[in-house]
């Protein structure tokens, strides 16, 4: 990178969407002023290059894209409205300024479809191989409404807000073909699902306004392991039923344990799981078919020892905590 300045000015965005906004970039801090009745909701994610992205899979805009929906995904799980976000990137001398300016691209296209606004962040070069990209987001959500992963009790209902497996099963593809393979209408489906996941904002707030008790969690590491950071929280067992899973419809071509694993432990499918009081899951239901979204029943929770089940058939199998975990997966 030439000039840090040029850069900086280059990705300032031209205008802002967020009236609580007072100062973005171009001093030393940003403010923003706090809402009456809401609750600030923050959080950061870092991503390494070769460990959570490849350039042999994904292209600089996506992986921008990417990196800020990961953030409004969970931000999302929490029920909030995501209003700013920070970046802070480590730029080796491997990436070019073009290169580093279509990440920017890629968050700034998701940005403004979610209207939240870039506010600052910093840049650095780095003699190292890898680009890290760290993405902080803040939202609001109604005071007292934020979703925790410790509601859910025992006669709760386990739901999600759309299909899993697409994201792992595109990655598959992609390990296979390279990004520029002759993919199918349907091979095509999932590869944007790996490359370019939907966090569900819209999804998140409907839970949170509902004002029902839910437990939520967003899909990063997989099914599995989401299952057990909610049944941990609420010291509750959780059984999903493996015929309830929603898979993804362009799946079919893979074998049906092949399936179940992605759904299970692929991750990064960027939709929500719920918990929910049995009484309160018609309204749910209505609320999201009013809204044209999909919402499926996936499970029961039950008092026990804190833990997941699979229920196939008539048979109940363990499932672990598996998935994405960088810590282990090394
Ligand atoms: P300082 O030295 O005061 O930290 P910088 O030169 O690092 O200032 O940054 C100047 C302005 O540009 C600040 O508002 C900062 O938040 C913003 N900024 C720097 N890098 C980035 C980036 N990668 N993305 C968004 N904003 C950035
Ligand atoms: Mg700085």
């Known amino acids: 990178m030439k000039d840090e300045f040029s850069f900086i000015a280059s990705i300032t965005p031209k205008k802002t969407v967020q009236r609580s906004l007072l100062k973005g970039i171009g001093d030393d801090a940003a403010v923003y002023r706090s809402l009456a009745g809401m609750d600030e909701v923050v959080c950061v994610d870092t991503v390494v290059e070769n460990i959570h992205f490849r350039r042999s899979t994904s ?3 996506f992986i921008g894209r990417k990196a800020l929906a990961s953030n409004l995904s969970d931000l999302a ?3 909030a409205q995501p209003s700013f976000y920070l970046v802070s990137i480590v730029v080796p001398a491997t990436w070019t ?4 300016k279509a990440i920017f691209a890629g968050m700034a296209s998701l ?3 979610y209207d939240v606004d870039l506010i600052g962040g910093d840049t650095v070069s780095t003699s190292a191989d890898a680009l890290v990209l760290t993405v902080t987001v803040i939202g609001r959500v109604e005071q007292m409404r934020a979703l925790y992963r ?3 009790k025992p006669g709760d209902v386990i739901f999600l807000t759309g299909a899993v497996g697409a ?4 990655l598959k593809l992609l390990q296979e073909k390279g990004q520029n ?4 209408k349907e091979e095509l489906d999932l590869v944007r699902a790996h490359q370019d996941p939907q966090p569900h904002v819209q999804q998140g707030r409907l839970l949170a306004k509902s004002g029902f008790r839910i437990a939520t969690n967003d899909i990063s590491d997989g099914v599995a392991s989401e299952a057990h950071e909610i049944a941990e929280a609420s010291r509750v067992l959780l059984i999903l039923e493996e015929e309830a899973l929603p898979l993804h419809d362009g799946m079919a071509s893979f074998s049906k344990e092949e399936r179940l694993h992605m759904a299970l432990y692929g991750g990064e499918d960027y939709v929500i799981m719920g ?5 309160d899951v018609e309204s749910l239901k209505n609320t999201f078919a009013e809204n044209e979204l999909p919402f499926f029943t996936i499970g029961r929770v039950e008092a026990g020892e804190p833990g997941v089940l699979l229920k196939r058939g008539d048979r109940m199998q363990k499932i672990k905590k598996e998935g994405y975990n960088h810590f282990r997966s090394r």
Do not use: K, L, Q, R
């Open 111 to 113: 940005a403004s479809e």
């Open 150 to 152: 410790g509601n859910a």
């Open 77 to 79: 799980a929490m029920g």
């Open 59 to 61: 292209s600089p805009y």
């Open 167 to 170: 994201s792992a099963a595109g």
């Open 275 to 279: 918990t929910v009081a049995i009484n």
């Open 181 to 184: 393979g002759a993919f199918s």
């Open 97 to 100: 300024e073009d290169e580093i």
